[in-house]
């Protein structure tokens, strides 16, 4: 008879709260912090606190299992946030950037109803894998 080898691993285990924890806001006056972290993610969500619209977004994108990276901004400094990602700019100068902004793979994605028309036309599955976001 075969002994068996008592094998544990221990992960650290981050609680759900936290986890879905929006990111903090530091900006430096030229966009710097913002533009890293939409840099940085795959998928970056951002969007006023307590916005509907940002609710829906991030549950349809974890319903797909992409765990985005959310900054949620208060009310006071929208105006701030709004001119930080018009400094990031906009592929081709013809779109503006609205709250709530979805970048993907480091570009601006779009609004609600961009994730939503992609989603429903099942591009949005291949466009998350593409950027690393899925890997079903």
Same mark, same amino acid.
């Given at each position: 008879?075969?002994?068996?080898?008592?094998c544990?691993?221990?992960?650290p285990?981050?609680?759900?709260a936290?986890s879905?924890?929006p990111?903090?806001?530091?900006t430096h006056?030229?966009g710097?912090?913002?533009?890293?972290?939409?840099?940085?993610?795959?998928v970056m #969500?951002?969007?006023?606190?307590?916005?509907?619209?940002?609710l829906?977004v +991030?549950?349809?994108?974890?319903?797909?299992?992409v765990?985005p990276?959310v900054?949620?901004?208060?009310? /006071?400094?929208?105006?701030?946030?709004?001119?930080?990602?018009? +400094?990031?700019g906009?592929e081709?100068g013809?779109?503006?950037?609205?709250?709530?902004a979805?970048? #993907?793979g480091?570009?601006l994605?779009?609004?609600?109803?961009? #994730?939503?028309a992609?989603?429903?036309?099942g /591009?949005?599955v291949?466009i998350? +894998?593409?950027v690393g976001?899925l890997w079903?």
């Amino acid at each position: 008879m075969q002994g068996t080898i008592s094998c544990t691993r221990h992960y650290p285990m981050i609680p759900a709260a936290e986890s879905l924890r929006p990111l903090p806001l530091r900006t430096h006056g030229n966009g710097e912090s913002i533009g890293t972290l939409v840099e940085e993610n795959a998928v970056m #969500v951002i969007g006023l606190r307590g916005c509907c619209m940002c609710l829906v977004v +991030k549950r349809l994108l974890f319903g797909l299992g992409v765990n985005p990276a959310v900054l949620e901004v208060d009310e /006071e400094r929208e105006e701030e946030v709004m001119s930080e990602l018009q +400094k990031i700019g906009v592929e081709g100068g013809r779109e503006t950037v609205t709250l709530p902004a979805v970048y #993907v793979g480091g570009r601006l994605f779009g609004g609600l109803d961009r #994730v939503m028309a992609t989603h429903i036309s099942g /591009e949005l599955v291949p466009i998350l +894998k593409e950027v690393g976001a899925l890997w079903l």
